[in-house]
Every structure is written in structure tokens, then in C-alpha cells.
């Protein structure tokens, strides 16, 4: 082979090998559950559900992104750990969130009747595989119920 076709297999290659992620696809709140409760901030702990339909491994180094209930803001939440993705698979990214009591108290209503909330979560993230690194949107909406009550007897 020539020379020149090597370096158009190589560019082929390299191409494929760089071709966008898909999107994890966000499957729900997996738990919940209250740490702190108080008239000021309130600390939650819990867990996202997510799966990760793309062929091959990566890492999540960065997660940054606004959640809404019932389309109004409810908190920030970030992280700057490196969390491994595997495959084809699904997995629960743990999540330590702090709210405001007034947040709280805009859809307490729906949350103390246990009706399906939408909750939509828009912002960035940073993956990694390998040596190739991108920041992707994250764009998820889902209707869940929100059991309280549960949350606070864990």
C-alpha cells in the first residue's frame, strides 16, 4: 500500500474513534433521603439513575447543572469527581444536594400528595475516554413521585 493510503485509513480511524458520545439517557431518582432539615438549608442525599447506551467505556470528571420541579428552579447541583461508566450500562450517580426551604415549600403540595413532579435537569458535563475529553450538554425530563415521607423515616 502507498503511503497515502495509509494515512487516509489512519484519519478513517482516528475519526470513528472521535466520533460524539451519545447522551446518558437519565432514568430518575433512584433514593432519597433527608439529612439535615431546617428552616434555612436542607440537605438531601440520594442517588440518579442513568444509563449509558454508548459501545465503550468512559468517565464523567465533571457535572454541573440547574434542577427544576414543575418547571421552577430548585436547586444547583454539581460535582467535580471522576466517576467510571461502563458500557452498555446502567448506573446510580450519587448526589449530595442543598435546598433552600422556600424551594422546598413551592411544590410541597404535590410532593405531601405524592403526585407525579416533573423534574427537568439542564447544564454540562465533562467526559472523558482516554485521552479525549468533551463537554456535552445534559438536557433530562421525567415525571417522578417524590415520597417524602419515606425520605425522612430512612
Not at 442525599?45 to 442513568?50: D, H, M, P
Not at 436547586?75 to 469527581?81: L, M, V
Request: proline share 5%.
Amino acid at each position: 500500500m502507498k503511503p497515502i493510503s495509509y494515512l487516509f485509513l489512519a484519519s478513517v480511524v482516528l475519526l470513528m474513534a472521535c466520533a460524539t458520545p451519545k447522551n446518558l439517557e437519565f432514568k430518575g431518582i433512584e433514593s432519597l433521603k433527608i439529612e439535615k432539615a431546617s428552616f434555612g438549608k436542607n440537605t438531601f442525599i440520594g442517588s440518579f439513575a442513568y444509563y449509558n447506551p454508548n459501545h465503550f467505556n468512559m468517565e464523567l470528571k465533571k457535572l454541573d447543572c440547574s434542577i427544576y420541579l414543575n418547571d421552577q428552579f430548585f436547586t444547583q447541583y454539581s460535582t467535580e469527581t471522576s466517576f467510571p461508566i461502563s458500557a452498555n450500562a446502567s448506573f446510580s450517580l450519587p448526589a449530595k444536594i442543598e435546598v433552600d426551604l422556600g424551594q422546598l415549600l413551592k411544590n410541597s403540595m404535590d410532593i405531601l400528595l405524592n403526585k407525579p413532579i416533573k423534574i427537568t435537569i439542564r447544564g454540562s458535563a465533562i467526559i472523558s475516554k482516554g485521552w479525549i475529553t468533551k463537554t456535552v450538554p445534559v438536557a433530562f425530563e421525567t415525571y417522578q413521585k417524590l415520597n417524602l415521607k419515606e425520605a425522612l423515616l430512612k
